[in-house]
């Protein structure tokens, strides 16, 4: 049954077009707000306004935790171009980098269980099959480029 309903969403989906940025990674789009998903997944008013919430809380979070890494990301192209190379240092400010690209992931993941609890499990499997077909299509135009005219 779930099968079916899926079959019948996914041409829509196609033929409407949906646009690149639904096939984005879930967790940096407002994937909801495209006509196409949000009808696939009827999503209700009080959903879309909660994803919209949660989303923007994240985005705010995900800029400082970006500004964060990209410091340390500095730190350490600093310290590797420094004339006398100090082996631990670079280790040391190694780990902070990894450190705070953990903290962007856990933020990204956050918000992906934040919309998996708003939405449920069921609609939730239906977005993942709709992001698993546009990056498909997705990769599959780019293995075979649109024909030229002649």
């Not at 400082?64 to 600093?78: M, T």
């Not at 708003?118 to 990769?139: A, M, P, Q, V």
């Amino acid at each position: 049954m779930k099968l079916q309903r899926l079959l019948m969403v996914l041409p829509l989906l196609l033929i409407l077009g949906v646009t690149d940025g639904a096939a984005q990674s879930l967790e940096q789009s407002r994937w909801w707000q495209s006509i196409d998903i949000g009808a696939a997944l009827q999503l209700t008013p009080e959903e879309i306004a909660q994803l919209n919430n949660a989303f923007d809380a994240t985005q705010l979070r995900m800029i400082e935790l970006q500004g964060n890494r990209d410091i340390e990301e500095a730190k350490l192209r600093a310290l590797l171009e420094r004339p006398e190379l100090d082996e631990n240092g670079v280790y040391a400010q190694h780990h902070k980098v990894r450190e705070a690209r953990n903290l962007v992931a856990e933020e990204r993941l956050s918000f992906l269980i934040t919309a998996r609890k708003l939405i449920g499990r069921d609609r939730f499997l239906k977005l993942l099959d709709i992001r698993d077909l546009l990056r498909r299509n997705r990769h599959q135009d780019k293995i075979e480029p649109a024909k030229q005219p002649q």
